[in-house]
């Protein structure tokens, strides 16, 4: 029996408790089976989750680009694997096939290395979504560079502090990028960057846009003349299980992002599995993610899970209002797409406005919608059965992180009865555990706690970069021996997981993991400001969204309040980038601290819901006057 692919739910259970019991037999035959390597594994794994040491397939030998592209040109050469649709939907889309992809990654792959690039070296990408971005992945994958890519919305400084932390030797970028009717000067972010990343030796620079760029000499250079005169073969490097495949920044609950380094092996096996199963994918099947490939989403199912299973997958550069609110559903008519996958922040928004703009297109073609980024609320859930999948695709939401690497919890479709803002059961090989506040895992149904998982799965991060110990702490530390994953959860009463939200400092503002400690750190660097916290409230289109409380300097008193608001979020744009401004800006001349000088947010948190009806035990503040006075000039 093949454990590639569940077919019924009987099987599921059967799949489930196989991987429970014989967790290293049920992995050891999915990556035996439905990959090539060069040589295989001596041991399927090895973990300790007290040091957080984890390793899967040890001594695997294995390029992950040739089981995206080359195991299928011979089956598949013609076949599209990216459909590329561009912004403005009178640009023709444009179909590249396995044999092109595998020139086009070749050749950037052959440019990496005449530019000095070698295995180990890391390349930060900040590309708009355009094919050149999926190539540049699967280049670095190619020859074992370690991809960062940055989300092509970060601000210059951002880039520069994710850039310097991972140490890139190289940076690829566009003159600029598309988005809706808006063009974003990627390049000149990119020069004021890299003035402050000495690592930097090469930026190659892609022409999307048209758009003036400076060209630093010695430093920039054109991408298309390089990749003309490159050879379109490539011998791909050949890596061990272990070796990193990329980085990939996220947010925490303090200061510096997170990069979260995911390796070869597992991360393949485990991509791929879930693609498979989470969107039942069948050949001739036209697959869409909405994401960016900036986050973990595109990487997992708009670059790897798809490419390694041999799927068309769409690549949209658009917005889902441009140039009306039926782009989504015309690409879907138009190339008859038959998984769809977006974000809860998307649908809100786009149920908000007339349902017709939904009911022009023909959507026959769909089988499958999914959700993912944030919990997705019941009437969102609603609109996108009803108006989308027609209660006839079922809606796969999907719970997974940056650091798990692929999807954890899901329904598989047409298997998993679903239910309505429950994301329902672990896929195979996923143990999660809910976790009470003495840190005992709490038996039985019906019950809520903070989500763990208690046994490695393949696609688990390995590490942060340049910083075990605070992987370590972040993860394995809150609940010794389990991975923690910052969500609490609840078990319903017949074992369906419904994710309830963070635990910790990080809100989800329009499906973006952003971390309260970063932007209240760029804040604070404002001359006229002292303090300040910032936490999530709810919204009705991006889920949560930022509401700041600030305590002034002196200085700053006599300033204008609304041009203050004004620059404070100029600079919050400046240092980390447009997503993380705040909505609500509230002056305040305290803030609710505990006597060990802790703010606690949980007061501030009520406030910005507008509930005031129980703080709960506020005798340990050091000022519980203040929250009268936050309370009462509440916005
Ligand atoms: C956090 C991870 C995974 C790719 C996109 C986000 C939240 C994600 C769901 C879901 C409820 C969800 C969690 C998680 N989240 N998917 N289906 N239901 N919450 O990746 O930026 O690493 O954020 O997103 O809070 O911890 P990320």
């Known amino acids: 029996m093949s454990y590639y692919k569940v077919h019924s739910l009987e099987q599921y259970f059967k799949h489930y408790n196989k991987s429970l019991r014989e967790p290293r037999k049920f992995w050891d035959r999915i990556a035996d089976e439905n990959f090539t390597w060069y040589q295989k594994w001596d041991k399927v794994v090895e973990f300790d989750m007290q040091e957080a040491e984890i390793k899967w397939f040890l001594n695997a030998k294995v390029n992950i680009t040739k089981n995206c592209i080359d195991r299928h040109l011979a089956k598949r050469g013609d076949k599209t694997a990216i459909l590329f649709e561009p912004n403005n939907p009178k640009e023709e889309a444009q179909h590249i096939s396995y044999n092109e992809l595998y020139d086009r990654v070749c050749k950037m792959a052959n440019v990496l290395r005449s530019q000095g690039v070698e295995k180990g070296d890391r390349v930060c990408i900040y590309l708009p979504m355009i094919p050149e971005l999926a190539v540049a992945v699967l280049a670095c994958a190619r020859i074992g560079a370690i991809h960062s890519v940055v989300f ?134 036209v697959y869409w993610c909405t994401a960016d490939i900036g986050w973990i989403t595109g990487h997992s199912y708009i670059v790897y899970g798809p490419l390694l299973n041999g799927a068309t997958t769409v690549l949209f550069e658009g917005v889902p209002s441009y140039p009306d609110f039926g782009r989504f559903w015309e690409v879907v008519d138009k190339h008859k797409v038959t998984q769809f996958y977006t974000a809860p922040t998307a649908i809100r928004a786009l149920a908000k406005e007339n349902w017709e703009w939904v009911n022009k297109y023909d959507l026959s073609s769909l089988k499958v919608i999914g959700s993912v980024g944030e919990p997705i609320n019941e009437e969102a859930w609603h609109w996108y059965n009803d108006h989308v999948g027609k209660k006839k695709s079922p809606i796969v939401d999907t719970w997974w992180q940056t650091e798990t690497g692929g999807i954890m919890i899901s329904p598989l479709p047409f298997i998993t009865p679903t239910k309505p803002t429950y994301a329902t059961l672990p896929l195979p090989g996923v143990q999660p555990v809910l976790m009470d506040d003495k840190r005992n895992e709490i038996e039985g149904n019906q019950v809520v706690g903070s989500l763990c998982i208690k046994f490695p799965w393949p696609g688990m991060a390995r590490t942060i970069w340049g910083d075990h110990q605070r992987f370590k702490e972040t993860y394995f530390s809150a609940y010794p021996g389990k991975y923690f994953t910052g ?126 009806s129980n703080f709960g035990d506020t005798t340990t503040l050091l000022n519980p006057e203040i929250v009268e006075e936050i309370k009462d000039n509440r916005i």
Not at 527 to 533: I, L, M
Not at 574 to 582: F, Y
């Open 487 to 612: 969500d609490g959860a609840l078990r319903d009463e017949v074992g369906y997981y419904r994710i309830t939200g963070r635990v910790d400092d990080v809100v989800i503002v329009s499906g973006h993991n952003l971390g309260t400690a970063p932007i209240e750190d760029a804040i604070n660097e404002h001359p006229a400001v002292a303090e300040s916290a910032i936490v999530g409230f709810p919204h009705d289109v991006k889920g949560n969204a930022l509401y700041g409380f600030i305590i002034l300097k002196e200085s700053g008193e006599s300033r204008d309040r609304e041009n203050l608001k004004k620059e404070i979020n100029e600079h919050i744009s400046s240092h980390i980038g447009p997503i993380a401004k705040l909505d609500k800006i509230q002056f305040v001349t305290g803030l609710p601290k505990t006597r060990s000088g802790k703010i606690m947010r949980r007061i501030l948190r009520k406030i910005a819901e507008g509930d005031f």
């Open 152 to 285: 092509a919305g970060f601000s210059a400084s951002a880039v520069a502090s994710r850039v310097n932390d991972s140490e890139c030797k190289m940076v690829i970028t566009a003159d600029g990028g598309f988005r809706g009717n808006k063009t974003i000067a990627l390049k000149e972010i990119i020069d004021e960057a890299l003035e402050k990343c000495p690592t930097v030796e090469k930026t190659l620079v892609v022409k999307r846009t048209n758009t003036n760029v400076n060209m630093k000499e010695g430093r920039d250079l054109w991408l298309q003349p390089l990749l003309d005169k490159a050879d379109a073969n490539n011998v791909a490097e050949i890596m061990d299980a272990e070796d990193p495949l990329f980085i990939l920044y996220t947010s925490g609950s303090t200061g510096k992002p997170k990069g979260m380094l995911h390796t070869t092996a597992g991360y393949m096996v485990y991509s791929a599995y879930t693609f498979k199963n989470v969107f039942a994918y069948e050949e001739g099947d």
